[in-house]
DNA sequence: ATGTCC
């Protein structure tokens, strides 16, 4: 081996491998602890032109941040904070930090599995793809599955998935098959600003834009047989994968926050290299606000998911004649991916209560967690991992070593390579959409050509490579891949 | 990500 191998340079900085996949900045200057990259050398290769590396180290400056700082695989440059990056943080003495969850709070993707095979759907993708398209909004802006009021916008905030059971949107499964059984506890509906609950007004049950989706899939590989039966999976099976977030509402609740904590603790702003940063020192009131807040925002994203996913169930019912149930329309699982959650994790300083900031990362707790569903209990949580529209998708569960190495984490997706300016430079969304029809017999709709072209499978990282590092590093093992039928976007 | 700046 060449000193070529246990270095390598990356946005100006230098990365020391510490074992296979581990990358290490070491502690200099005023980093608190080393960064570290997870990755292989081609996907260092993908982060050494932008600013990853720079706000990872700097993620390090943040009072209270144990042990290190993570980026993962899929990481890539964010506001502040690298999207991929994961922060664990001292619940007592440390802080909290709006940039480290991300503006789309419980940005996340739930699956859903149905005992439909390839066939049934072949050969119909299209009456399926406009009949999802008609019934589930999408794009930038109003309109939801159902019309809010402020009545219902605080119950969503506070009681979560609980309360699309009582309204008649979910079953109990629908509830045990999510996080926190679908409801966060910590939520604070009056931290919320009225502005925020506003916008939220119109889009209960909407997928909005960007990368956000709803899928049609085929599983077309299953790695652990027992793990995928446990799960509900098997080969040629049609599943629907659904990725959105908390909308307008998560969006304005992050911008009055960084707001107010740059205005109320500028001492501590001070301290940080970067602005995008501000953090509210934990035990301040702003803290337990902002906590409140975010918390009542991740439950608007699971009622936003849920609507959607009660949405869909018609859909199918609709077109294929037969109740949802027949069908066996089950929630597989809901992961979040930008979320900051209070959990108790065993560190360098012994166990410690921390803020782990999961900002496009996912959780992935092992077999025997307590906090993994029951039904989940013996396999790992559920981690699953869209990648783009032309490779596909994969299934996970949580791996052994993700309490020991990423505080219960691993990566969210395939990771952008280019931004959306640079995209729709490179592709045209009707060529995009003609290609993956004729070339690989994916169906695709949007609201916005302009979206099929940031989105074009090419301004992807490789799926296949994400997941085997996390599979390498056992933080979350390969269960199974599906490939998309039918989709459609904002 | 986002009524792509209140």
Redesign the pocket.
């Known amino acids: 081996m060449s000193d070529d191998d246990e270095t390598f340079e990356a946005g100006g900085y230098t990365l020391h491998r510490r074992r296979e996949f581990v990358w290490e900045l070491p502690k200099q200057g005023d980093m608190r602890v080393p960064a570290r990259v997870l990755a292989s050398r081609d996907l260092l290769e993908a982060i050494s032109d932008d600013r990853t590396i720079e706000q990872l180290r700097n993620t390090t400056h943040l009072p209270g941040v144990t042990d290190y700082a993570i980026c993962m695989p899929d990481g890539h440059q964010g506001?502040g904070f690298p999207v991929g990056g994961v922060a664990a943080i001292d619940a007592e003495s440390g802080c909290i930090s709006p940039g480290a969850v991300g503006?789309?709070v419980n940005?996340g993707v739930r699956m859903l599995t149905t005992n439909l095979t390839y066939d049934d759907i072949e050969g119909r993708e299209e009456e399926l793809t406009n009949a999802l398209f008609d019934a589930v909004p999408t794009g930038?802006?109003g309109g939801g599955v159902i019309n809010g009021s402020r009545e219902s916008i605080d119950a969503a905030l506070e009681y979560g998935v609980e309360w699309a059971l009582e309204e008649g949107w979910a079953v109990e499964s629908d509830l045990t098959h999510c996080e926190d059984g679908g409801r966060r506890l910590d939520a604070d509906p009056s931290a919320v600003s009225k502005?925020a609950k506003?916008?939220a007004m119109n889009?209960m049950g909407s997928l909005?834009?960007?990368?956000?989706f709803l899928e049609v899939q085929r599983v077309t590989d299953i790695f652990d047989a027992d793990t995928a039966a446990a799960y509900g999976l098997s080969e040629e099976q049609v599943v629907v994968l659904i990725h959105?977030?908390s909308?307008?509402l998560?969006?304005?609740t992050c911008?009055d926050y960084l707001r107010r904590i740059e205005e109320e603790h500028d001492d501590l702003l001070a301290q940080l290299p970067d602005r995008e940063l501000a953090a509210a020192p934990a035990g301040s009131d702003l803290a337990a606000e902002y906590y409140g807040a975010m918390c009542a925002c991740i439950n608007f994203a699971w009622v936003n998911r849920q609507l959607i996913m009660h949405r869909t169930r018609e859909v199918f019912a609709d077109v294929f004649d037969r109740s949802w149930r027949e069908m066996e329309m089950e929630l597989l699982y809901d992961v979040a991916h930008n979320i900051a959650k209070r959990e108790v994790h065993e560190t360098s300083a012994g166990e410690t209560e921390l803020f782990v900031h999961r900002k496009g990362a996912t959780r992935a707790f092992p077999a025997g967690h307590p906090e993994v569903p029951a039904a989940y209990r013996d396999t790992g949580q559920p981690v699953i991992i869209p990648g783009s529209m032309g490779a596909g998708s994969y299934v996970l569960s949580g791996g052994e070593q993700s309490l020991s190495e990423t505080f219960g984490s691993t990566a969210h997706g395939a990771g952008r390579l280019m931004s959306?300016t640079q995209a729709k430079d490179e592709f045209w969304g009707g060529d995009v959409q003609d290609d993956l029809r004729d070339q690989q017999k994916v169906y695709v709709k949007a609201s916005s050509g302009a979206t099929i072209a940031e989105?074009a499978p090419g301004v992807y990282k490789d799926i296949d490579e994400v997941v085997r590092i996390s599979d390498a590093l056992g933080i979350g093992d390969k269960v199974a891949r599906t490939f998309p039928v039918c989709n459609i976007k904002?």
């Open positions: 506001y503006y789309d940005c930038l802006g502005r506003d916008r889009q909005g834009s960007g990368n956000h959105c977030g909308r307008g998560g969006h304005q911008n959306r989105e904002g």
